[in-house]
Structure formats: structure tokens, C-alpha cells
């Protein structure tokens, strides 16, 4: 099956505040949804509903939004350029049935005798966002893990966190600023 890949695409200048969120989806890019590795949209939103029948191997895409504004560029701070970090739970406040008896389907190996894997968190250099157009790429896997009932439905939230570093040469005092937003969805893992 075709890998399927949250595309998230980040404006740090889009909102006021210190909190930042990830921009909506429009017709001119995709965001807060599910995609094909085409591009192609599967869902028409965050929220993704997983066939173990049929698994397909998961990802976290994160863009920074282009072009950043005049004089700006990426930074960096102890090596990371960006950071994405995951983190995934049991879904105890979905309405209806959820028979989860994991905090995710992930396992660290990508196989079904792995250890289960809760926490994702990688940091992206500078040099990958500048090879990368500004768009890093986050591997989950493909879920391995369920609760074994027949007609099983394992409801999953899961919280996506990024941190990005940018230059303000204008900025003598503080050059580096630091820009962060956070996204979660929830994935409903069944027959």
C-alpha cells in the first residue's frame, strides 16, 4: 500500500503570539491532512483511519512555509534546525468503542515482535532544511501493533510538535529566534 504522510506546513510570520500553529489547507497547499506519496490528498483532514488489513507505512511531513521574509534564513541551535517530536496515546475520551490495549501501533523495529514505540523526536540540521527546500520528512512506520479482538478498533491521539530556528539579521540583540506549533490528530487503527 501507498505510504500515507501527514503533511504540516508551518508559518511562524502567518499569526500573532508566541504560539504558532500549523496553517489551514487550501487549494494552493496541502496541510493538516493526509497525503499519498504523490501528494494526493487520502483524508480531508488530520485524522486518518488506519485498515490493518491493508497497512501502510506512516510519516510526519513538516514544511516551513517559503519564502521567509526578507533578510531571514534558517538557524540553528545545538545542531537543530528543526525538531519534530511525536507522541502517541491510547485515546480514553473518543465516543464510542476503542479497544486499544497499547499507547501506540508503532514499534521501535518497524516489526510486529518489536517494543512499542510511544516517543518520536528528531532534529533536522541546517543543512537538511536548506537540500530540502525547507521540508523535512518524520518516518512512523507501518502500525504493528493492535489489541487482537475481532472487529478491534484501536483509537490513537497523538500530538505533533515542531520547533524551528530562524536568523533576524535586523535583531543585533537576539539574531536566533525560536518559533514553535503543534498539531493532534487522531488515528483510529481496525479491520
Given at each position: 500500500m501507498s505510504p500515507q504522510i501527514l503533511q504540516l506546513l508551518f508559518d511562524p510570520f502567518a499569526a500573532s503570539g508566541q504560539k504558532k500553529q500549523f496553517v489551514d489547507d487550501s487549494d494552493a497547499h496541502h496541510s493538516k491532512r493526509w497525503t499519498d506519496s504523490g501528494g494526493k490528498p487520502t483524508t480531508a483532514h488530520a485524522d486518518l483511519i488506519v485498515s490493518r488489513n491493508k497497512p501502510s507505512p506512516l510519516s510526519v511531513q513538516v514544511s516551513a512555509k517559503l519564502p521567509l521574509p526578507q533578510n531571514w534564513t534558517f538557524g540553528e541551535?545545538?545542531?537543530?534546525?528543526?525538531?519534530?517530536?511525536?507522541?502517541?496515546?491510547?485515546?480514553?475520551?473518543?465516543?464510542?468503542?476503542?479497544?486499544?490495549?497499547?499507547?501506540?501501533?508503532?514499534?521501535?523495529?518497524?516489526?510486529?515482535?518489536?517494543?512499542?514505540?510511544?516517543?518520536?523526536?528528531?532534529?533536522?540540521?541546517?543543512?537538511?532544511?536548506?537540500t530540502n527546500g525547507g521540508s523535512v520528512n518524520l518516518p512512523l512506520g507501518t502500525p504493528q501493533l493492535d489489541s487482537g479482538v475481532p472487529n478491534y478498533l484501536d483509537r490513537y491521539r497523538f500530538l505533533v510538535s515542531v520547533t524551528l530556528h530562524l536568523l533576524d539579521p535586523n535583531n543585533k540583540i537576539k539574531p536566533l529566534q525560536t518559533f514553535t506549533a503543534s498539531q493532534d490528530p487522531q488515528m483510529d487503527v481496525g479491520l
Open positions: 541551535f545545538k545542531g537543530s534546525c528543526l525538531q519534530i517530536t511525536v507522541v502517541f496515546w491510547r485515546n480514553h475520551t473518543s465516543k464510542g468503542k476503542n479497544d486499544a490495549v497499547h499507547d501506540s501501533p508503532f514499534t521501535y523495529n518497524d516489526r510486529p515482535d518489536g517494543v512499542e514505540r510511544t516517543v518520536f523526536d528528531q532534529p533536522y540540521t541546517l543543512l537538511q532544511m536548506q
